[in-house]
């Protein structure tokens, strides 16, 4: 196969991801999750994000079926003292427990007399997606969440003994999922799109 036969073939199949990812439902997520080498694999390969300055201003925390029991309990303890509402609470925990991997992204800025803070915290949003558009394009399942627990500044302190400047990006929530996807309504080039 020639280069750029082999090109156009890489580029059309990259384009048909992006024209149709999405996200899957967390409610449909479920085991087998995958390996660790494979997850070692696809986190390297979503490392690769905007930096500007290379402070790499993030860190990844992985929540594995082996320390999710660990995770529920400060959850659920946390959820109490804030009186989290029981439904919200048992919504939770069965994404949790359901899904075989949640990785947790943490915006940690670096002081830097160059590079604005915002700019690092869009850099570790991109991660989020990042990460999560690998796993999708890997073949699993995979949902970016947000809500309480990457809200609440003590939780994340319990949990991911965040430091004073760093704070929750997202959940992104992997796992296997069997249903057939169907398409959302899209907003429309025209109506978000101009020209200058």
Same mark, same amino acid.
């Given at each position: 196969?020639?280069?750029? @036969?082999?090109?156009? =073939?890489? &580029?059309? /199949?990259? $384009?048909?991801?992006?024209? &149709? %990812? %999405?996200?899957?439902?967390?409610?449909?997520?479920?085991?087998? !999750?995958?390996?660790?080498?494979? *997850?070692?694999?696809?986190?390297?390969?979503?490392?690769?994000?905007?930096?500007?300055?290379?402070?790499?201003? #993030?860190?990844?925390?992985?929540?594995?079926?082996?320390?999710?029991? $660990?995770?529920?309990?400060?959850?659920?303890?946390?959820?109490?003292?804030?009186?989290? @509402?029981?439904?919200?609470?048992?919504?939770?925990?069965?994404?949790?427990?359901?899904?075989?991997? *949640?990785?947790?992204?943490?915006?940690?800025?670096? %002081?830097?007399?160059? *590079?604005?803070?915002?700019?690092?915290?869009?850099?570790? !949003?991109?991660?989020?997606?990042?990460?999560? &558009?690998?796993?999708?394009?890997?073949? #699993? !399942?995979?949902?970016?969440?947000?809500?309480?627990?990457?809200?609440?500044?003590?939780?994340?302190?319990?949990?991911?003994?965040?430091?004073? @400047?760093?704070?929750?990006?997202?959940?992104?929530?992997?796992? /296997?999922?069997?249903? =057939?996807? =169907?398409?959302?309504?899209?907003?429309?080039?025209? @109506?978000?799109? /101009?020209?200058?």
């Amino acid at each position: 196969m020639k280069w750029m @036969d082999l090109k156009m =073939t890489v &580029n059309e /199949s990259t $384009k048909k991801f992006f024209a &149709n %990812r %999405r996200s899957v439902s967390v409610k449909w997520l479920k085991g087998p !999750g995958p390996r660790e080498e494979e *997850i070692a694999e696809i986190i390297k390969s979503a490392l690769r994000v905007p930096d500007h300055g290379k402070l790499e201003p #993030w860190r990844a925390v992985l929540i594995s079926e082996e320390s999710k029991n $660990k995770f529920l309990t400060i959850v659920e303890n946390r959820a109490q003292q804030l009186s989290i @509402d029981p439904g919200k609470l048992k919504k939770n925990r069965e994404n949790l427990l359901s899904c075989p991997l *949640i990785i947790t992204i943490i915006c940690s800025p670096k %002081r830097s007399e160059k *590079i604005p803070e915002i700019e690092q915290i869009l850099s570790a !949003g991109a991660l989020c997606l990042n990460v999560l &558009n690998n796993f999708l394009a890997s073949g #699993w !399942g995979g949902n970016w969440l947000t809500g309480w627990m990457a809200h609440d500044r003590k939780f994340g302190e319990q949990a991911f003994n965040l430091s004073a @400047d760093e704070f929750v990006a997202g959940y992104i929530y992997v796992g /296997s999922y069997d249903q =057939t996807l =169907t398409e959302r309504p899209r907003p429309a080039v025209a @109506d978000k799109v /101009s020209w200058f």
